[in-house]
């Protein structure tokens, strides 16, 4: 089992060196290590403190094959 993170799934606004959208991507096997990880992401690349946003990167650590597309409602399929 493979767990990961995106950068901009909890900082949709975030920019990269270039001035691009933020779409560092990290995987590892347990949670912990992507925790740790994005939140060394988080404030080497943002600046930002990320004790901040640890519950918001736990809530977007996803495990490979799990993650629930199709969420829209069945009348806004168009």
Do not use: W
């Not at 959208?21 to 949670?31: G, I, L």
């Not at 925790?35 to 490979?64: W, Y």
């Amino acid at each position: 089992m493979v767990r990961y993170s995106r950068c901009n799934n909890f900082m949709s606004l975030a920019l990269d060196k270039d001035g691009q959208p933020c779409r560092y991507m990290f995987k590892a096997a347990t949670e912990q290590q992507v925790l740790d990880n994005m939140m060394r992401h988080v404030q080497t690349v943002h600046g930002v403190d990320p004790k901040s946003l640890m519950n918001n990167i736990k809530a977007c650590i996803f495990e490979t094959g799990t993650k629930v597309f199709g969420t829209r409602a069945p009348d806004a399929h168009h």
